[in-house]
C-alpha cells in the first residue's frame, strides 16, 4: 500500500528543505526523500550546499583567514605571538562538526514541521490515480504517491573531459574540502567562485597555489573594476592567477599532476602541482530519477526544463534549484522552493531573478546585485556611477581593512538603483541593503537618505550613493 502525500520533494538541498517546509506551513502533508548520507550511513540532508559546498567552504574559509590573520595582520594591532601552527586535522573536524550540526538542524525541522523524512534515492515509477507514484530505494523500500512532486535533485562537478575526479590528487570541491595535508603546490583550473574561494583557502594556510582559467578576462561576470581590484588583491596575497590560458593532457600520479597549457600569448608552459583542484562549474543532476521512463523533459544541457513558474511539461511536476535553469545558488534554490510551495497551495509565489545577489567569500569579499556598469552599456541605458573606498571609511581604518569599494549604479533620469557592487571588507552582508533597495525600486537619494549608524561599513554604501549625486561627505 503506497503512503499518500499532498507534495512528495526529491532532494534534500536548500530547495527540496525549504520546499518541504513552506508546504508544510501551508497545511499540505509532505514527504522529503534525500540519499546523501554520511561516512557511517546515517541521514545527511542539507544538498550540496550543508555536505560539500556552502557550510564547510565557509567553514574553511574563516578558520583559515583566522590563521592568515595571526600569520600576517596581527602585528599591526600590537599582538605578538610565538609558536604558531597549524593542526590541520583539527581544522577539518571543525568543519565536519558544523556540517553535521547543519544535518541534524534540517532533520530537526523536518521533525518541528511534522515532514516525512525518507532516507534513500527517489524515482519515478509512473503516473497514478490521484498522482505520481516514487519508489524509495535504499536500506530501507517505499512506496509513495505525491498530487505534487518536487524535483530538487540539485547539481554535481562538472569533470575536465578525460580528467575523472579521484578525490585524492584530482579533486572536485568534495576533495578540495577534506585534503588531509596542506599540499606544497596547489593547481586551480578556472578561476570562478570555488576556485577563488577554495584556492584562498589553501593558499592561507600555506600552499603555493597557481589558478589557470580559460577566459581571457578575470571575473567576466563581476563589475570590470571590482574585477581588477580584487585580482590586484588576490595577486598581492601570493595567489597566481593566469587567465586567456588553454589546458592540454592532464596527467596525474599518485605523487603529482602534471599540466600542460598555453598561456595567453600562445606559449607553452607546464605547471606540475601536488594536488590539482578542478572546478570550471556544475551540471544538474537528474542521475537515478528514472525522468525518461515518465517523460520529464531535460533541455538541451541537462537540467529539468522549467517555465518561469518551475513547472515541468509533466502534470503537478514542478523543479527547483540547481537542477534548474538559473543561478546555482542556494538562496535561489530557496526562494524557487518557497515559491513553488506557494503556487501549489493557490497562491502567487514569486521570484525576482533581477535582484539575486552574488557574494564571492573570498578576502576581500566580492558581492553584486542588479546590472554592472559593462551590461548597463551595452544596453545603452544612461545612468549614473558613485563610488566610496573603504580607505575613507572610519570603521574600515579601525579593523585594518581598508581594500575595495563600493559602487552605486542609478539610472540617469529616474535614479533608480540598477545595481550595486562591493569589494571589500564584509561585502556579503553590506550587499543585502542594496538588495532591499531595489526590491522596493528605491533610488539612490533613498540610500543618501537613510541614517546609517557611524561608524560602520554600511556608511561607505550611503557614501557612495551620495557619490551618485557628486556630494559624499568624507571622500
Ligand atoms: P543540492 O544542494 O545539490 O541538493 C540536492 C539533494 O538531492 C542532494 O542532497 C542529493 O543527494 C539529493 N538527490 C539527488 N538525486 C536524488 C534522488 N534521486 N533521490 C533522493 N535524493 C536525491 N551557493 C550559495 O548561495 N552560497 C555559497 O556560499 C555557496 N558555496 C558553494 C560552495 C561550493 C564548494 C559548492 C559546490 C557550491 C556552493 N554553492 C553556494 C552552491 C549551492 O551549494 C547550490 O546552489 C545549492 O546547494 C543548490 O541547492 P539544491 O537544493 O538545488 O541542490
Ligand atoms: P564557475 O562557473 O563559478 O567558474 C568556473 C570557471 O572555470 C569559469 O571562470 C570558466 O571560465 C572556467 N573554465 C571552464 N572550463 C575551463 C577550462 N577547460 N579550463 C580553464 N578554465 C575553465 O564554477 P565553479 O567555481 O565550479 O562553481 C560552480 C558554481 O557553484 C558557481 O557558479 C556557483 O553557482 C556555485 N558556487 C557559489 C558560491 C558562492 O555563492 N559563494 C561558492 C562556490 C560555488
Known amino acids: 500500500m503506497s503512503k499518500q502525500f499532498d507534495v512528495v520533494v526529491i532532494g534534500a538541498g536548500p530547495g527540496g528543505y525549504i520546499a518541504a517546509i513552506r508546504a508544510a506551513q501551508l497545511g499540505m502533508s509532505v514527504a522529503c526523500i534525500d540519499a546523501w548520507e554520511t561516512a557511517d550511513g546515517k541521514p545527511a540532508p542539507g544538498g550540496t550546499c550543508t555536505n560539500v559546498g556552502c557550510i564547510p567552504s565557509k567553514a574553511l574559509l574563516q578558520s583559515s583567514e ?82 505534487h512532486i518536487i524535483v530538487a535533485t540539485g547539481s554535481a562537478a562538472r569533470e575536465l573531459p578525460g580528467l575523472p575526479f579521484d578525490e585524492t590528487q584530482v579533486l572536485s570541491n568534495d576533495g578540495a574540502l577534506r585534503i588531509g595535508g596542506v599540499p606544497k603546490t596547489l593547481g586551480v583550473i578556472g578561476a570562478g567562485v570555488i576556485g577563488l574561494e577554495m584556492g584562498s583557502v589553501w593558499r592561507r594556510l600555506g600552499a603555493d597555489v597557481t589558478i589557470l582559467e580559460a577566459m581571457p578576462e578575470f571575473l567576466a561576470a563581476c563589475d570590470t573594476q571590482v574585477a581588477k581590484e580584487a585580482m590586484k588583491a588576490f595577486t598581492k596575497q601570493g595567489l597566481k592567477i593566469e587567465t586567456g590560458v588553454k589546458i592540454g593532457e592532464v596527467k596525474a600520479t599518485a605523487k603529482s599532476v602534471t599540466l600542460p597549457y598555453q598561456d595567453a600569448s600562445g606559449a607553452d608552459k607546464t605547471l606540475v602541482v601536488d594536488k590539482l583542484i578542478v572546478s570550471i562549474g556544475r551540471v ?108 575613507a571609511n ?29 569589494v571589500g571588507p564584509m561585502a556579503s552582508e553590506l550587499i543585502s541593503e542594496a538588495v532591499t533597495i531595489m526590491e522596493f525600486r528605491g533610488a539612490a537619494e533613498d540610500i543618501a537618505r537613510i541614517c546609517h549608524a557611524h561608524p560602520t561599513l554600511s556608511e561607505a554604501m550611503k557614501e557612495a550613493a551620495l557619490a551618485v549625486d557628486k556630494r559624499a561627505l568624507n571622500f
Not at 114 to 127: D, L, N, R
Not at 334 to 343: F, L, S, T
Not at 401 to 420: H, I, R, Y
Request: charged letters at 25%; proline letters at 2%; one cysteine or more.
Open 66 to 147: 583566522h590563521f592568515e590573520q595571526v600569520n600576517h595582520h596581527f602585528e599591526e594591532h600590537g599582538i605578538e605571538v610565538k609558536g604558531l601552527s597549524l593542526k590541520l586535522d583539527k581544522m577539518l573536524a571543525r568543519k565536519n562538526v558544523v556540517v553535521k550540526q547543519n544535518n541534524e538542524g534540517v532533520l530537526y525541522l523536518f521533525k518541528k514541521n511534522k515532514i516525512t523524512f525518507f532516507h534513500g534515492k527517489g524515482e519515478f515509477a509512473g503516473q497514478v490515480d490521484g498522482g505520481w507514484n516514487i519508489k524509495v530505494t535504499g536500506k530501507t523500500e517505499d512506496d509513495l504517491v505525491g498530487k
Open 284 to 391: 544538474p543532476f537528474t542521475g537515478g530519477l528514472n525522468a525518461a521512463a515518465v517523460g520529464l523533459k531535460l533541455d538541451e544541457r541537462g537540467f529539468v526544463a522549467v517555465d518561469e513558474d518551475c513547472k515541468t511539461n509533466l502534470s503537478n511536476v514542478w523543479a527547483i534549484g540547481d537542477v534548474v535553469r538559473g543561478p546555482m545558488l542556494a538562496h535561489k534554490a530557496e526562494e524557487e522552493g518557497v515559491a513553488v510551495a506557494e503556487r501549489i497551495a493557490g497562491q502567487h509565489g514569486h521570484v525576482n531573478f533581477a535582484t539575486v545577489p552574488w557574494v564571492i567569500y573570498t578576502a576581500p569579499e566580492i558581492a553584486w546585485v542588479g546590472k554592472n556598469e559593462q551590461q548597463l552599456k551595452a544596453e545603452g541605458r544612461e545612468y549614473r556611477a558613485g563610488s566610496f573606498p573603504f580607505v
Open 394 to 422: 572610519g570603521r574600515a581604518r579601525a579593523l585594518g581593512d581598508t581594500t575595495g569599494f563600493v559602487k552605486v549604479l542609478a539610472d540617469a533620469k529616474t535614479d533608480e538603483v540598477l545595481g550595486v557592487h562591493i
